[in-house]
């Protein structure tokens, strides 16, 4: 792009040009031609600021082989004014460096320029000085000049030294050659920060920096809370992150001795054009352009999943997405309190279950294909071996682990980690190996006569354990019964509000704080006098039947406790009015983001798959983990909220049932749920179980894949479902050509065919066919063989309910869920 700025003289002299003769027109035109061209010769060509030249809004620098491009912009839908570089090659407008990311222009009167010599000023109309540079010395002449890099330095004209560079003061992205890390000498860091949002570059919550305390790691952090730890590096990759296979683009440079830590990329194939950036959401990702799709791609953005959560399974314990629950106790651990860690709240992590012995009696079990512990307070020598690094450990009493530093020729180095260990992932495939101290009676031989006083022990605390939770509920049960005597309005061991104290945190239930209509009426954003977010949900008065769902969801969730399931905080039922407190989600429902084609950065695959494995895990608590067995009944995208990170929650439990004993299927003759995820044997018979769930995370999950929803699917070729969409590509040997084309072309093909396999299974006709949830997360998290699915069931939109239940049947809608009335 050749931008051509028409000079203010032009304009202001325009009534005098009127005024001349025709001869000395066509003279002024010839002129005018020799200043234009000369113009936009100087604008094609021109990378650099001489210290007589400015650049103003409008004008742009280009770097000498057109790789980026400097000047002025406005973000997003923003009107204001920034300086930044972006790629010049790309359409798609993407800024990696901006220098008033805190001070915008608020109109085009900004000039960039020399000021003071070497002091390179951005001064907006009314000569304020809104950014400048920081060069160390001053000199006669400098030159600001755009590099092929996307690197804007200042250089002293006479002698090339660079006084100021924009590598030094990263945004949010990391290009090619830009070194991240910290000068431990003069202790300058340089380290990424996030957008506040797309339409503002100012600072974002999210930093991504290294951290030099002990053995050094790059974390990823939202204000001063660790959110991810890359691990350290072990010579070829930092040890918290999947191991990439040989990457023929890039090689990567991690350099730590005593003057610098630092990290640093470069390409191989200088075709390639790329990025890491840490998004407004805190996301850090490696961006490549496809010139195919003519977008960008993202071909990692971690943290990826649950497991990379800072801490989520607590101290000696390892989280691996395999296994159910992912938190698993290292041997010779058990929980710290088992009570939480069975409710899925792990950060409690886990306790010896016999001391050391402090002797060289103990002994270590290995852990392979981990990401190491957090290095931050661990003891590190890069010379040792293997073996001296186990002695050391051995005769030290508050060594716990220890492992190489370095995995290249075979491994050398020492890490030991003092006290305890947190934040380790097992990785398939890549990770490393770590050694955990135990007892000698963890380890059998001599030990097994402690192993069995161990287990002895165990086997009685759990016992005595399983007397008292009996007793408890028994004893719940009686005040329950009590209680529900008493007062029928339903039992409560939740906090009770006040109706005036959510009527304040909720501005009075003003319009502006509405969050939008849920089932049986609307749910509002509160803050409560110690600043926590709430979310209230107010039952409509004359809404009767409400009245049950209310009692309903009381009772079920205040029960539940799980991280992929919505919190219940408390209540109010004062005279006619029924309220629901609940933890604020603030980034709402799924389906605010799935159906909409702005939201590709929000939902790129690897997220879609975290939030698909968070609904199967919640949904597998409910129907086979918690104290109940329950059925939701109502699994939808809009009854998917979202936190802060955009993990899921399964909310909305007004419709769910629970199961007794062996009991596992009920019948109704009231039907309530949502058309298009409730299965055949719901709909029709009003038959439900585990599978009539089941069925609905299948349609779920699809529709998460294609970004369509299953009712009202539009094909020009064919009335189906989105379900029989996906069942005839699937049959055709194409069913990856259901992926939504936003997120199609990454490097994550196979992922996607095996999820949509596995949606196909859960959503089978038959409910005996379909898997259960436990078999789903499986089968989510690993690579074993899949069974061929048969026939879905409604997968023709025709066919959907409302024609199928015929005659005796009434059906009404609230919102978007219906209930029909099943004559039998
Ligand atoms: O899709 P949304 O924006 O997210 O609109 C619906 C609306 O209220 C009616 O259900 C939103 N909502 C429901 N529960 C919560 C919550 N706990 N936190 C934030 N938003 C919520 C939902």
């Known amino acids: ?65 057109g790789n980026f491009e400097l000047g002025f912009f406005s973000p997003g839908s923003s009107t204001r004014r920034y300086v930044g570089i972006w790629f010049k090659k790309i359409p798609v407008q993407t800024v990696v460096w901006v220098a008033n990311r805190n001070s915008p222009i608020y109109d085009s009167s900004g000039v960039l320029q020399f000021n003071n010599n070497s002091v390179l000023a951005l001064v907006n109309g009314t000569g304020v000085f809104v950014w400048s540079t920081n060069s160390s010395r001053s000199v006669p002449n400098p030159v600001a000049q755009l590099l092929d890099s996307g690197n804007l330095v200042i250089r002293n004209g006479k002698d090339d ?49 290294i951290d030099p305390r002990g053995y050094p790691q790059p974390f990823l952090m939202k204000d001063d809370v660790v959110q991810f730890r890359d691990g350290p590096w072990n ?10 296979p040989t990457d023929s683009t890039q090689e990567y440079k991690f350099v730590y001795n005593n003057k610098e830590i630092s990290y640093v990329y470069e390409l191989i194939n200088i075709s390639v054009i790329t990025n890491r950036i840490v998004n407004p959401y805190g996301n850090i990702q490696r961006q490549e352009w496809n010139n195919h799709t003519q977008g960008w ?76 512990p957090d290095t931050r307070y661990s003891w590190y020598n890069i010379t040792m071996t293997l073996d001296e690094c186990r002695t050391k450990c051995l005769h030290n009493c508050s060594c716990v682990a220890y492992a190489n530093s370095n995995v290249t020729h075979g491994g050398s180095g020492c890490l030991l980690w003092i006290d305890s260990v947190i934040d380790v992932k097992v990785i398939a495939g890549s990770g490393q190996d770590l050694y955990v101290k135990v007892p000698a009676s963890e380890l059998g031989g001599d030990g097994k006569k402690r192993v069995w006083i161990a287990i002895g022990s165990t086997l009685s605390a759990v016992m005595f354990l399983c007397v008292v939770a009996i007793f408890i509920a028994w004893r719940r049960r009686r005040k329950r019964e009590v209680h529900k005597n008493n007062n029928n309005e339903g039992e409560s061991d939740l906090p009770i509000y006040a109706f005036d104290v959510i009527a304040q945190a909720t501005n009075y239930f003003s319009l502006s704080n509405k969050l939008g209509e849920g089932g049986f009426g609307p749910v509002y954003k509160g803050v409560l006098s110690d600043g926590q977010e709430v979310a209230v949900k107010r039952l409509s008065k004359d809404s009767r039947q409400g009245l049950d769902e209310f009692k309903n969801e009381v009772i079920f969730i205040a029960k539940l406790q799980h991280r992929n399931l919505v919190k219940l905080m408390g209540c109010c039922i004062e005279a006619e009015e029924r309220l629901l407190i609940y933890e604020y989600m603030p980034k709402k429902s799924l389906d605010n983001y799935l159906f909409d084609p702005r939201s590709i950065d929000l939902l790129d695959w690897p997220k879609r798959l975290e939030i698909i494995m968070g609904i199967a895990r919640g949904l597998l608590y409910l129907h086979q983990d918690s104290r109940l067995r329950i059925v939701h009944r109502d699994l939808k995208a809009s009854n998917i909220l979202l936190d802060f990170h955009m993990n899921p929650k399964i909310s909305d439990f007004g419709l769910a049932r629970s199961f007794n004993g062996n009991e596992d299927e009920g019948q109704t003759k009231r039907v309530v749920g949502t058309y298009g995820y409730m299965s055949p044997e719901y709909t029709i018979d009003g038959l439900f179980s585990v599978k009539s769930d089941v069925f609905s995370f299948g349609v779920l999950l699809l529709e998460i894949v294609s970004g369509k929803k299953n009712r009202g699917f539009n094909h020009p070729d064919h009335h189906h479902t989105l379900l029989g969409h996906a069942w005839m590509l699937f049959k055709e040997g194409v069913a990856l050509d259901v992926v939504d084309p936003l ?40 690579d074993s063989e899949l069974p061929q699915p048969k026939e879905p069931g409604f997968y023709v939109e025709r066919y959907l309910p409302q024609e199928s239940v015929s005659g005796n049947t009434q059906s009404s809608s609230n919102s978007d869920s219906v209930t029909l009335l099943v004559g039998r």
């Open 161 to 209: 030294t660079v006084l100021w560079q924009s590598f030094d003061y990263p945004c949010d992205s990391q290009l090619p050659g830009m070194k991240l890390g910290r000068d431990i000498v003069s202790g300058f860091d340089r380290f990424l920060t996030s957008w506040k949002s797309s339409d503002d570059p100012s600072m974002g919550s999210y930093t991504y920096r």
């Open 297 to 372: 791609a993202t071909f990692y953005s971690k943290p990826i999943d649950n497991c990379d959560t800072y801490g989520v399974c607590g101290v000696f314990s390892s989280c691996n997405l395999v296994k159910n629950p992912q938190c698993q106790c290292m041997k010779g651990f058990v929980p710290n309190s088992s009570t939480d860690w069975n409710a899925g709240d792990w950060i409690g992590g886990c306790v010896r279950s016999a001391p050391l012995n402090c002797s060289v009696k103990d002994g270590f079990i290995k852990y392979a294909n981990v990401k190491l």
């Open 235 to 244: 010579g070829v990759w930092f040890s918290g992150t999947a191991r990439l």
């Open 743 to 782: 997120i199609r072309n990454s490097s994550y093909l196979s992922e996607m065919q095996r999820s949509i396999h596995i949606g196909l299974l859960c959503a089978q006709q038959h409910p005996e066919d379909r898997p259960s949830m436990s078999l789903v997360t499986v089968m989510l998290s690993s």
């Open 1 to 65: 792009m050749v931008s051509i700025v028409i000079p203010a003289f032009i304009s202001s002299r325009k009534n005098k040009l009127w005024k001349m003769t025709a001869a000395s027109y066509g003279f002024f035109l010839l002129r005018l031609w020799t200043v234009l061209s000369s113009m936009v010769t100087t604008s094609i060509a021109r990378d650099i600021i001489t210290a007589t030249e400015s650049l103003r809004d409008g004008e742009t620098l280009v770097s000498a082989s």
